[in-house]
């Protein structure tokens, strides 16, 4: 697995964007950028995921460098219940991989 | 909805007890995964199956064992516990085709050894 680096922690105001950065400088060319978060006390959950074309669903929006050696999850209006930790990690999207957890950045929303 | 229940949500035990944590997805995947969550540390994964009765070490094997006898479920256990294994473990899901990446978690179950 490719290794990726976040910032330790970010804040946030209610109703503002939150752009949470990632880089991955060694992705391969097959691997995927995927994003998950976890709200206290509870397991992690899939957030959204990309090759090099930016995503977009009902959650975040994925924006990937046209290298991929960074990616940038963006939530458009962040709300309270969105203060978590947010885990980027890349893999490939079929067959048998471990996936690596680094210690993600933790989203402070606040009012 | 798809699920993956752990048996225990939380659970004290005594140093030197075997112990044993239950996890079950409905979702027929192949790929199962353990972690445990330590403060400042993230998530290590501990062992995954890809497949029954296949089990790979991940990155912190040590003072664990796990048994995938059946598709649905993996079980990780703990010999004799050490109060250095009171973490919050969590299992998670994949298939292995499409959407391999994208893995689905149980709620976590918090032990404590004393």
């Known amino acids: 697995d490719a290794k990726t680096t976040q910032p330790p922690s970010m804040d946030c105001a209610e109703g503002r964007a939150a752009n949470l950065p990632c880089n991955h400088s060694?992705?391969?060319?097959?691997?995927?950028v995927y994003w998950y978060r976890q709200i206290h006390s509870q397991g992690p959950q899939y957030i959204i995921h990309?090759?090099?074309n930016n995503e977009t669903n009902e959650m975040a929006s994925l924006i990937i460098t046209e290298d991929r050696k960074s990616s940038t999850l963006i939530l458009p209006h962040a709300t309270l219940r969105d203060t978590a930790v947010y885990y980027c990690i890349v893999r490939l999207n079929t067959g048998f991989q471990k996936l690596v957890f680094g210690t993600g950045t933790r989203l402070l929303v606040s009012p | 909805d798809v699920k993956v229940t752990q048996s225990s949500r939380y659970l004290v035990k005594r140093t030197g007890e075997k112990v044993f944590l239950e996890c079950v997805q409905d979702m027929d995947h192949e790929n199962m995964f353990w972690y445990r969550q330590d403060p400042g540390l993230g998530l290590r994964l501990i062992y995954f199956s890809y497949d029954v009765k296949m089990k790979e070490k991940g990155d912190i094997p040590e003072g664990y064992s796990v048994s995938r006898e059946k598709k649905e479920r993996f079980s990780l256990i703990l010999e004799s516990a050490s109060t250095n294994q009171t973490s919050m473990y969590l299992c998670?899901?994949?298939?292995?085709?499409?959407?391999?990446?994208?893995?689905?978690f149980g709620e976590g179950s918090r032990l404590t050894v004393l």
């Open positions: 060694t992705i391969s060319g097959n691997e995927y």
């Open positions: 990309g090759l090099k």
């Open positions: 998670a899901s994949t298939p292995r085709l499409a959407g391999a990446g994208e893995l689905f």
